[in-house]
């Protein structure tokens, strides 16, 4: 089956830290460029982080820079976002997606995104 999972999400205090995860069902994901995008209550989902197929280049949202770190293991076909310093403007539903294998670049169009997870939810509180 071709699937994402995401895991981790959860209630935090501000300040706190958080980890995500992305599980790939299949090897295939792993040769894909991936990304984090998240989805604030009556607001549109937007872009987080996206990483390169080897994983040696990637690209975070300035409202996440420097505080949020995206990284993938292809031997344990997961991806992860590492959310520290967190604050309550983060709390929002979290998803991973996958390009499909032909394209190349990192992108932080959602639309160009084919593959979804089924999102999870971070809670920041004040």
């Known amino acids: 089956q071709v699937q994402l999972v995401e895991s981790g999400g959860g209630l935090v205090q501000a300040g706190g830290s958080l980890r995500l995860s992305c599980a790939a069902s299949?090897?295939?994901?792993?040769?894909?460029?991936m990304g984090w995008f998240r989805q604030a209550p009556g607001k549109e989902r937007e872009f987080v982080a996206g990483?390169?197929?080897?994983?040696?280049?990637?690209d975070v949202a300035d409202s996440v820079k420097g505080r949020f770190t995206i990284s993938r293991d292809s031997a344990k076909k997961t991806m992860y976002l590492q959310m520290n310093n967190l604050k309550p403007d983060d709390t929002a539903v979290y998803y991973c997606a996958s390009r499909l294998i032909a394209f190349v670049h990192i992108s932080r169009s959602s639309s160009t995104y084919y593959y979804w997870g089924q999102g999870t939810q971070v809670t920041v509180s004040s």
């Open positions: 299949e090897r295939t994901f792993m040769d894909s460029i």
């Open positions: 990483i390169s197929r080897d994983g040696s280049k990637t």
